[in-house]
């Protein structure tokens, strides 16, 4: 038998990701991404907890050197049983433009898929190029139809919100 040489033992990489389901204690991190984004809109850090809680089937957390640095949040729609609706996609600063955001739709949507799970729906502002150019770029990568129609106007909010249109993947 030869000795194994130390440079022929795999190691993870220190970029390596991992996407797992989000713990309880993973909601105070996920509420921290979220305000750091600066663009998306906060929910309370209770929300986050209970998020992490109760749709943690449905949602996604990407990790890096055992911190979390991104996330999906989801939920199947009661009225549509096929249907994951995406809430929230938050990646860290430090991550961005490394495709985690997309990897992570990818892996939520391949552990849902044996579920029934034939569409995704999200809301995106006009003004968000990188949301729809991300959705854009899954439904590319899926080889699937992605559409788009008015969902909420601002007149829908009572503070001002811009208006959000309907993305539907599949």
């Known amino acids: 038998m030869t000795p194994v040489q130390k440079s022929a033992i795999p190691t993870t ?3 390596a990701v991992l996407f797992r389901s989000p713990q309880i204690s993973d909601g105070v991190r996920l509420w921290e991404i979220a305000r750091n ?3 998306l809109d906060l929910n309370s850090s209770y929300a986050y907890l209970l998020w992490c809680r109760d749709f943690s089937r449905t949602s996604i957390v990407a990790v890096v050197d055992e911190r979390a640095v991104g996330f999906v949040s989801g939920y199947i729609r009661p009225e549509s049983p096929a249907t994951l609706f995406v809430w929230q996609v938050a990646v860290d600063a430090d ?3 490394k495709g985690i955001a997309g990897r992570m ?3 939520l949507l391949d552990r849902l898929a044996p579920e029934g799970i034939t569409h995704l729906e999200t809301t995106i502002s006009p003004d968000n190029e990188a949301s729809i150019a991300l959705f854009t770029a899954l439904a590319r990568r899926r080889d699937t ?3 788009k129609q008015t969902l909420f106007s601002p007149n829908d909010f009572p503070d001002g919100h811009e208006a959000e249109d309907l993305y539907t993947i599949g």
């Open 145 to 147: 139809a992605i559409t």
């Open 13 to 15: 990489a220190p970029d």
């Open 37 to 39: 984004t600066e663009v």
């Open 95 to 97: 991550q961005r433009g």
């Open 105 to 107: 739709l990818g892996a």
